[in-house]
């Protein structure tokens, strides 16, 4: 794939996954504010925070406990940001070296910018998908977080908009064209359902780190996967279509 051409995925997944996720900022904002922050507060949490599970994780502990669950909250949100040390352990190749360059990347590496551009085929296309998605998020998601934080109150119950769904089917869009082999498919199934029985019995974010445990047990073994030597096969087999079966040599052709 060209460099044009991986530019220009790259982009398009960008956008449609910043669009949706920025969407679901609308709730954060609104949540925020009920639970007793200002909108200023909300809006300063999102910008300097921008972790969607733990700022979730504050404004829930907050609403229920007060602000004499600040410590609880600061605990809980640091625990859910763990995931994104991880995250950045994937995505340091793809930024490359440079310190200025590592520490804005550091910021913008969540969930999202993450599955986009390791999801590209190309470097060049991974690296347009981490910049891009983290920057439309990051904008998008603060510009809906000061909406939702100043609509709230004439908003009401915002999960009856259904913003959430839309980040969730971003991600199945990511996931979806990967889904050619058995084994990715046996990946994505035991995730699901493994985060489909954490979700209820978990605090939020940590689900997603249970199921990428178990996509790492699952994957890592590739049991489900292509067999050794059978690539090599299909490459022969190409190569035979191409260019015909090959040339008997002198000595045969003398018999």
């Known amino acids: 794939m060209s460099d044009v051409a991986s530019r220009r995925d790259a982009r398009r997944a960008s956008l449609a996954v910043g669009l949706a996720v920025s969407a679901y900022g609308v709730s954060f904002g609104a949540l925020a504010v009920t639970a007793g922050l200002d ?41 859910l940001g763990l995931r994104n040390t991880l995250y950045a352990v994937r995505v340091s190749p793809i930024v490359g070296p440079g ?26 296309g991974q690296r347009w998908g981490f910049w891009m ?29 259904g913003l959430d769904a839309a980040a969730a089917a971003a991600f199945l869009g990511l996931v979806w064209p990967r889904l050619t082999a058995l084994q990715p498919v046996v990946v994505a199934v035991a995730a699901a359902v493994v985060a489909a029985v954490a979700i209820p019995v978990l605090p939020p974010g940590l689900p997603v780190l249970v199921a990428a445990l178990v996509a790492l047990v699952v994957g890592l073994p590739d049991l489900f996967g292509r067999r050794p030597g059978t690539e090599p096969l299909r490459a022969h087999d190409a190569a035979l279509d191409e260019h015909g079966p090959p040339a008997p040599d002198a000595g045969e052709a003398h018999r």
């Open 133 to 161: 998605t983290g920057l439309v998020i990051y904008v998008g998601w603060n510009l809906t977080t000061l909406a939702g934080a100043l609509l709230g109150d004439l908003l009401g119950d915002v999960s009856r908009f």
């Open 99 to 124: 310190w200025v360059k590592r520490l804005a990347a550091g910021h913008l590496t969540i969930d999202e910018s993450t599955a986009v551009a390791t999801a590209q085929p190309t470097l060049e």
């Open 39 to 79: 909108v200023w507060q909300t809006c300063v949490l999102s910008l300097v925070m921008f972790s969607g599970g733990s700022q979730f994780a504050v404004i829930g502990v907050l609403a229920s406990g007060g602000t004499a669950a600040g410590p609880a909250a600061i605990a809980g949100a640091t625990l």
